[in-house]
């Protein structure tokens, strides 16, 4: 018994004395926006740009939402629960999509705005998976970012549900 003991003491010691890495946390700064050459926030030229090519310059995750219409897990991203003041942005192109005065709780999971740049979105009829839905598309480069459902808030009505993965924040304090 008293060896049993003896072992346990010292595997907790020894788990005590250990050091741990710092948890990374991630940046809300679009570092991919580095490595391509048709990211702009001024630039608001139509893209034509092949998947191909998208696949060698996204991150696995944002090719997935962007390209492929995937969708991030409900309560994962990283602007779900994100109330500071500024600008979304297209992660994949920089094309102003959102101000953050029209984003809100919805509780449904995803980060939710009932206002979007009329210059920066557009939308086509998604009925994949035996919904009807409205899907949101990045005017400039054509990236999936959400759905867009008639339940949101005044004024609107509506409720923008996007994949943060798509999104990119710039702090009104940053510009």
């Known amino acids: 018994m008293k060896f049993l003991v003896s072992i346990t003491l010292l595997f907790f010691l020894q788990a005590c004395t250990q050091k741990y890495e710092p948890i990374?946390?991630?940046?809300?700064?679009?570092?991919?926006?580095?490595?391509?050459?048709?990211?702009?926030?001024?630039?608001?030229?139509?893209?034509?740009?092949?998947?191909?090519?998208?696949?060698?310059?996204?991150?696995?995750?944002?090719?997935?939402?962007?390209?492929?219409?995937?969708?991030?897990?409900?309560?994962?991203?990283?602007?779900?629960?994100?109330?500071?003041?500024?600008?979304?942005?297209c992660a994949v192109c920089g094309n102003h999509l959102f101000r953050s005065t029209s984003k809100f709780s919805s509780s449904c999971g995803w980060p939710s705005f009932f206002e979007a740049d009329k210059e920066g979105v557009y939308y086509i009829r998604d009925q994949s998976y035996g919904?009807?839905?409205?899907?949101?598309?990045?005017?400039?480069?054509?990236?999936?970012?959400?759905?867009?459902?008639?339940?949101?808030?005044?004024?609107?009505?509506?409720?923008?549900?996007?994949?943060?993965v798509s999104l990119e924040f710039v702090a009104d304090s940053k510009k």
């Open 131 to 164: 919904m009807d839905r409205v899907e949101v598309l990045c005017k400039r480069c054509d990236s999936h970012l959400g759905h867009v459902f008639d339940d949101g808030p005044k004024p609107t009505g509506l409720r923008y549900c996007m994949n943060s």
């Open 24 to 89: 990374k946390t991630s940046s809300m700064e679009n570092t991919e926006a580095k490595n391509n050459p048709y990211y702009s926030r001024t630039d608001t030229a139509k893209l034509n740009i092949s998947n191909e090519e998208w696949k060698k310059i996204l991150a696995p995750d944002l090719y997935a939402i962007a390209r492929e219409a995937a969708t991030e897990r409900a309560f994962t991203g990283k602007y779900n629960e994100f109330d500071e003041i500024g600008e979304y942005y």
